[in-house]
């Protein structure tokens, strides 16, 4: 009977696993998909990135529902609970990065009406940075690699630095030109939710380094975002 339970269990395990991949695969899709959006401002391809964020919140759901059932299994031992905890909160993380990404995409039609401005070139790049953490961070929870989950942690900083960057840029593009007021700011906004899946993607690495050691990093988590201390004087934009 034992036995018959533990092999259960670890279908179950190994099932999350499966669900939490397919999961990532389409956020890192969606995201790429997004960002490609908004930068050819395409309306027609803007509709259906909601349709498949819902996707990634029903396969959040079905985790869900697997990690309660292996909970309420009678022969569960800690290191099952703390996968259970962990893919819990995984999935959580990548379906708000879903949610960010829906958000984003939904300036796409303002953009539209709006001038181009220069300095939207940095958003396709910060998207491809957090892409690429996605990527590295579900690698790492599939292969229980706390070093390369480490790694993804450390490289929020330069999403950060892109942010405020980008952030400084577009002010100061808004103090020039106030035809640059409407677009500059839906792009902060595609700025800053891309900065946000980026934060989620770290949590899911310190979830990934906690299933490993059973401990949350030591180090505190570094920060580069300095856009809520920026400030552009008139001298600045001349």
């Known amino acids: 009977m034992h036995a018959v ?13 499966t669900l939490i991949a397919e999961m990532g695969g389409l956020a890192e899709a969606l995201l790429a998909d ?34 309660l059932r292996i909970a309420g299994s009678a022969d569960k031992i800690p290191t099952d609970l703390r996968s259970c905890i962990v ?25 539209s009406r709006a001038p181009a401005v220069p300095a939207s070139y940095l958003i396709p790049r910060m998207g491809e940075l957090v892409q690429a953490m996605i990527q590295n961070v579900l ?38 030109d106030p035809r640059n007021i409407t677009p500059c ?9 891309i900065e946000r899946i980026g934060d989620h993607v770290t949590n899911i690495a ?7 050691h059973g401990a949350e990093p030591a180090e505190r988590r570094r920060k580069g975002d300095a856009s809520s201390l920026t400030v552009i004087t008139a001298g600045e934009s001349e």
């Open 5 to 17: 339970q533990d092999q259960a269990v670890e279908a179950a395990l190994r099932e999350i696993d």
């Open 34 to 67: 997004a960002i490609g959006v908004v930068a050819r401002r395409d309306l027609l391809q803007a509709a259906g990135i909601g349709r498949r964020a819902r996707q990634i919140a029903h396969l959040d759901q079905s985790i869900q529902q697997h990690t």
């Open 87 to 111: 893919a819990t909160k995984i999935s959580s993380q990548l379906e708000r990065i879903g949610g960010c990404t829906t958000s984003l995409v939904r300036r796409t039609e303002a953009l």
């Open 139 to 176: 690698d790492a929870y599939m292969a229980r690699d706390a070093d390369k989950a480490a790694d993804v942690r450390a490289r929020d900083v330069e999403v950060d630095r892109l942010h405020s960057s980008l952030f400084r840029e577009l002010l100061t593009y808004m103090m020039e």
């Open 185 to 193: 700011t839906h792009l902060l906004f595609v700025a800053k939710n």
């Open 206 to 212: 310190e979830s990934v380094y906690f299933l490993v």
